[in-house]
């Protein structure tokens, strides 16, 4: 029966096409052409190309000679590993801990949750608020609690930690909204027979929570890095151009800047390709990590 | 679990590393209204006081609206989301229904498409996108119309793909009879999907909504390549703007912060449910 309403395949066509041309045409063909570039001379962002480089892989020769380059990859893999361990770790743990407590679990989801609706933008400005080197709300802190000297914070020995920091900060709440949501599916009789067995609560967090969210953990854990890959805002807000010293680049900033700043439109187009390829190998090793541990 | 124990020790320890993580998340917010309120001097020597009596004014507000655009940035940046909302939502609506309810050829590769469209930084579009819409005169150009459009335009592109996989899984979940039945009466797979369809799957299309409106309005990277003229700033473009034209006026910077803030903290407060569904909905997407 349901089949016979949907016989006539005329509507279809009305149906899908408007919302696949404008895949076709802002989505896949882009990218496409964005590959192609990579290879091609391209003078000016709004000017026509002047055919292939030669060699044509010119540009992915220069990503590896290239310092600032190699300072965006080497900071993005960093923040790959903060971004696991700080984000997805401190989640986990108020998952667990809120999954553990009676009142006031809505509450903190509210609460956790809040700075991912904020655009990173204003809270890249309130951070640079915050740490301001004289004086801003860190360092008054430090003042107030006896320090005598200021800390620059976005000096050439913190800038990268000063970077991570808000990121991380920023995202954990949405991590743990979906590990919450994971735990909120396992089923109140498992920790109910536990809990009959004599384990205690330590014991089910480990033998029954943890286990049960190894599916959901490994879900985050692909999002962080291949996320990581794409931070821009914040860090573009409060550290432009790589500052100090182009300690700061990551891939995707470092990409604005060649295009904007020096205007070399191919071979930004080579990093952009870089920085998929990136997240598939990172998406693939993950998976692969996760797959083999067994509980 | 432990409805019967008494608050204990444990509990108190849970409740301690729970708070301290929720003032994290509150404290830098409340730090950076307060201090909007404030004189620069005054943020820079005296930034935990709150400001009441002398302290108080509000001359950061003053300069905001006087000297930044913020309202017109604020009405651009509305314009720019609510379009790609709402046309989301069109286009994805009808392409899940087709592509859950017909039977075709191309069905399976349509589908890995579209899965295949989340992957797409947009990093890897930008650039033939701008070279495209510029050669359209899209960029660039003096009208505030084209200009807006031209960031809809990537960014509805980019919300597509996320939009149906959400509304595919919901359409599928619908019963079919219903539809049967309204087709024995005589109604268009059209009618049906605009009576039958749209009303019932209506959560999942305020999720889907919610998430592309707010990927849009935060969306910095789109705005810096196609918002070129400042009349024609975005509420994130303005903002960014700001480090490099106004960077060491702080009282300036709080209230603009604020500005920002406090209004999305009002509607999240009301629709905290449904944003947060939307968003995490949307891990996949990014």
Avoid at chain 1, 36 to 61: C, H, R
Avoid at chain 2, 198 to 203: D, F, G, Q, T
Wanted: hydrophobic content about 50%.
């Amino acid at each position: 029966m349901g089949a016979n309403i949907y016989k006539n395949k005329k509507p279809l066509f009305l149906f899908l096409v408007p919302a696949f041309a404008f895949m076709a045409i802002f989505l896949y063909y882009p990218f496409i052409q964005n590959i192609l570039n990579s290879f091609k001379q391209i003078p000016e962002l709004g000017a026509m190309d002047k055919g292939w480089n030669d060699p044509w892989y010119t540009n992915y020769v220069t990503m590896f000679q290239d310092e600032n380059m190699r300072m965006a990859l080497r900071n993005t893999l960093i923040m790959m590993v903060v971004t696991i361990i700080g984000q997805v770790g401190i989640a986990i743990l108020l998952a667990l801990l809120v999954d553990n407590i009676r009142v006031g679990a809505k509450f903190f989801r509210t609460v956790y949750f809040f700075p991912i609706v904020i655009s990173a933008t204003a809270l890249g400005l309130m951070f640079n608020l915050i740490f301001l080197y004289d004086k801003g709300m860190v360092n008054q802190l430090l003042e107030s609690l006896g320090r005598t000297e200021l800390i620059d914070w976005k000096g050439e020995n913190l800038a990268l930690i000063t970077m991570m920091l808000p990121v991380m900060w920023q995202y954990v709440g949405f991590y743990f909204v979906i590990l919450i949501t994971g735990l909120n599916n396992i089923s109140g009789e498992l920790y109910e027979a536990a809990a009959i067995d004599g384990a205690t609560r330590l014991q089910r967090v480990r033998y029954i929570s943890i286990p049960m969210l190894h599916n959901v953990m490994c879900t985050c854990v692909i999002l962080g890095v291949t996320g990581a890959l794409k931070v821009f805002d914040l860090p573009w807000t409060m550290f432009p151009k790589g500052i100090p010293l182009g300690e700061t680049w990551l891939t995707g900033t470092y990409m604005y800047y060649q295009t904007f700043n020096t205007k070399n439109i191919d071979y930004s187009s080579a990093i952009a390709v870089l920085i998929v390829v990136l997240g598939i190998i990172t998406a693939k090793v993950v998976n692969a990590i996760f797959k083999e541990k067994d509980y | 679990m432990n409805t019967n124990k008494k608050f204990s020790a444990g509990d108190a320890v849970i409740y301690l590393i729970l708070g301290v993580w929720a003032l994290t998340t509150i404290y830098p917010i409340f730090w950076v209204v307060m201090n909007s309120f404030k004189a620069k001097n005054e943020i820079l020597s005296n930034s935990f006081a709150i400001p009441t009596g002398d302290l108080f004014t509000l001359a950061n507000y003053r300069t905001a609206f006087d000297r930044l655009n913020i309202f017109s940035a604020y009405r651009n940046s509305m314009i720019i989301s609510c379009t790609v909302a709402a046309v989301v939502i069109v286009l994805a609506g009808m392409a899940s229904f087709a592509l859950v309810r017909y039977d075709f050829k191309l069905k399976k590769s349509l589908n890995s498409l579209v899965v295949a469209g989340m992957m797409f930084p947009v990093f890897s579009t930008i650039i033939p996108v701008f070279r495209m819409l510029s050669s359209w005169h899209l960029v660039n150009t003096e009208s505030l119309a084209l200009s807006l459009i031209s960031v809809a335009l990537p960014q509805i592109a980019g919300n597509l793909s996320f939009a149906i996989v959400v509304l595919t899984g919901y359409i599928r979940s619908l019963p079919i009879e219903l539809e049967e039945s309204a087709f024995l009466e005589g109604c268009s797979p059209l009618q049906i999907f605009s009576k039958i369809i749209v009303p019932l799957a209506k959560p999942s299309f305020a999720t889907v909504a919610i998430f592309s409106f707010l990927w849009s309005y935060n969306d910095l990277f789109t705005q810096m390549f196609l918002l070129r003229l400042p009349q024609h700033r975005a509420i994130t473009r303005l903002l960014n703007e700001l480090t490099s034209n106004e960077g060491t006026n702080f009282g300036l910077m709080a209230a603009s912060v604020s500005l920002v803030i406090i209004p999305v903290l009002i509607v999240y407060i009301f629709l905290q449910k449904y944003i947060i569904k939307g968003m995490t909905a949307g891990a996949v997407k990014g």
